[in-house]
């Protein structure tokens, strides 16, 4: 039974149906005038007449090897590198923040929360196009660092989320084991708090990736300018829409397969957390056992017994 809403009677299903079938009507009819408005005939400015967009004339590119070297060798190729250096100094960039920003001192955290809010709420593309205008650092440089200082600020209060949701116990076992508190956020709570969030940052990095097309506008040769630019210039505008369609499916490809390995990462934790390991609740003995397993083979920590008589 439910208890969010009555059980539609006869005459609610009667509706719901109808409206069902003329909004799948409305949809087919749509896509149906879409098909042929691209597959009708254009005339250009001359006057003269030209194949619709659906004209396999405009396709025969598909099959061309030379096409798809310059796509994935260079365009793809490219934005994934900036992507990948991207990842990584956002990932190292919010790990500082989020360690400034949760400390004690004042003088410490007060910045790190400007320094934050200040890259949350600048436009990325301003941060770019600021960082190859005042630093002259190229357009590659450009892009990876205000994709990486702004992803990174978000990442950062991802992580510190993380940090913040974790039992006081965690914090607490480490420094009862002579610990410093850097230590202990580094060593306890921060992989908890990563593994944690990890679901999020992959998503965040997801985003990351469709950013890199950013770097069309300053000048970098990513995906979509090697291919809606030095490509539509090389084989005409007659293939445009080819061309399009070439990007959009390799971005779905690339995006997707991200977004499918942040859903199955998000899916294991959660499978792992209904386990056994979530039988345990008392926060001082999950952080000391997280002590004994994490950094024990270190050689900090020898064996449990070491813990307990020091």
Do not use: C, H
């Amino acid at each position: 039974m439910s208890v969010l809403y009555d059980v539609p009677g006869p005459k609610a299903r009667r509706l719901s149906l109808a409206v069902s079938i003329v909004g799948a009507v409305l949809i087919l009819g749509g896509l149906a005038a879409v098909v042929l408005f691209l597959a009708a005939p254009r005339v250009n400015a001359g006057g003269v007449e030209q194949p619709g967009m659906l004209d396999p004339s405009r396709w025969d590119l598909v099959l061309d090897r030379a096409m798809w070297r310059a796509i994935i060798g260079r365009g793809l190729v490219a934005t994934l590198q900036m992507a990948a250096v991207a990842a990584a100094l956002a990932v190292a960039w919010g790990m500082f923040l989020s360690i400034v920003r949760t400390a004690k001192t004042p003088w410490v955290r007060v910045p790190a929360i400007i320094i934050i809010e200040f890259f949350r709420g600048m436009p990325v593309l301003l941060l770019m196009l600021f960082i190859l205008l005042v630093g002259s650092t190229g357009a590659f440089w450009a892009v990876v660092i205000g994709l990486g200082l702004y992803n990174g600020a978000i990442i950062g209060e991802a992580l510190r989320a993380g940090v913040v949701s974790l039992p006081r116990g965690q914090r607490e076992a480490g420094l009862s084991l002579g610990l410093t508190p850097l230590q202990t956020r580094l060593r306890i709570e921060f992989p908890q708090a990563f593994r944690q969030m990890l679901p999020i940052i992959v998503a965040q990095l997801v985003v990351l990736l469709k950013d890199t097309s950013l770097g069309y506008i300053v000048g970098y040769p990513e995906l979509i300018r090697t291919t809606m630019n030095n490509l539509a210039s090389f084989y005409g505008n007659r293939y445009l829409l080819t061309l399009f369609f070439v990007t959009l499916v390799i971005y779905l490809a690339v995006n997707l397969s991200l977004s499918w390995l942040a859903r199955r990462l998000a899916r294991r934790r959660s499978t792992r957390a209904g386990g056994p390991a979530a039988l345990v609740t008392d926060g001082a003995a999950t952080g000391a056992a997280v002590l004994v397993a994490g950094i024990g083979g270190a050689g900090l920590i020898r064996n449990p017994e070491d813990a307990t008589t020091e």
